[in-house]
């Protein structure tokens, strides 16, 4: 599994982010590369590399 991120600071109460993962599986392996959300299941075929991004700003207030 390869995880990473970036952010940027747009102003002093803004914050641009910017997040990724992908997992490598091998042929019989389905490990998923989050966990689950509040009603998200997120499930994988065997041997295929799921991947994400998440995009988003944080505003502080």
Not at 15 to 44: E, H, P, Q, R
């Given at each position: 599994?390869?995880?990473?991120?970036?952010?940027?600071?747009?102003?002093e109460n803004a914050?641009?982010?910017?997040?990724?993962?992908?997992?490598y599986n091998k042929?019989?392996?389905?490990?998923?590369?989050?966990?689950?959300?509040?009603?998200?299941?997120?499930?994988?075929?065997?041997?295929?590399?799921?991947?994400?991004?998440?995009?988003?700003?944080?505003?502080?207030?």
């Amino acid at each position: 599994m390869f995880a990473g991120s970036a952010d940027f600071n747009l102003t002093e109460n803004a914050l641009f982010y910017l997040a990724g993962s992908v997992t490598y599986n091998k042929k019989n392996a389905d490990y998923i590369m989050t966990g689950t959300g509040l009603w998200n299941k997120f499930n994988t075929a065997p041997g295929t590399d799921p991947w994400g991004l998440s995009l988003g700003t944080i505003l502080a207030f």
